[in-house]
């Protein structure tokens, strides 16, 4: 498995350099101008970096899950079920209105409060680690004398 694994990645890197160079060696002016040349030029590069993207996702989606498995998986709910509880308490306070948006489309009610709902989420997630990186220092400090 590991010698298919390193015929892989320089199959990857190999192919990836080669689209590179074409990217480089293309007349850049008219690379900016010219739709089918950006697409048989450029579009294969980002389909690699596409492929190799979802290949990383799946690997790390992979072992985060056989982590959890290995784990304490108590202590893994009780974490994933406190982040869901927060998010479901932001989502309840937050409230949400449409807004215009820039490009003139609008942003719906319940879009809005998604949108408030994840900003209340990371400030009672800022809130609470400095929390805990306050109590760290302070108990590493108490048995620390």
């Known amino acids: ?3 298919v ?23 850049a002016d008219l690379l900016e101008e010219d739709l089918a040349m950006q697409q048989s030029i450029v579009s294969p590069f980002m389909y690699v970096a596409y492929i190799v993207l979802g290949i990383c996702l799946l690997a790390v989606l992979g072992f ?7 784990g304490n998986i108590k202590k893994t709910l009780i974490t ?4 869901v509880a927060i998010v479901v308490v932001s989502f309840l306070v937050s409230e ?3 807004t215009a948006m820039r490009d003139g489309e609008v942003l719906s009610e319940y879009g809005s409060r998604w949108v408030s709902a994840g900003l209340t989420t990371f400030y009672i997630l800022i809130v609470l680690s400095i929390i805990a ?7 590493k400090l108490i048995t620390s004398s």
Request: charged share 20%; net charge positive.
């Open 96 to 98: 949400g209105q449409e």
């Open 5 to 27: 694994l390193k015929i892989f990645k320089i199959l990857i890197g190999v192919l990836g350099g080669i689209l590179l160079i074409r990217i480089l060696n293309a007349d």
């Open 64 to 70: 985060v899950i056989r982590g959890l498995f290995q």
């Open 133 to 139: 990186i306050l109590a760290s220092s302070t108990r």
């Open 80 to 83: 994933v079920g406190s982040f």
């Open 1 to 3: 498995m590991d010698k």
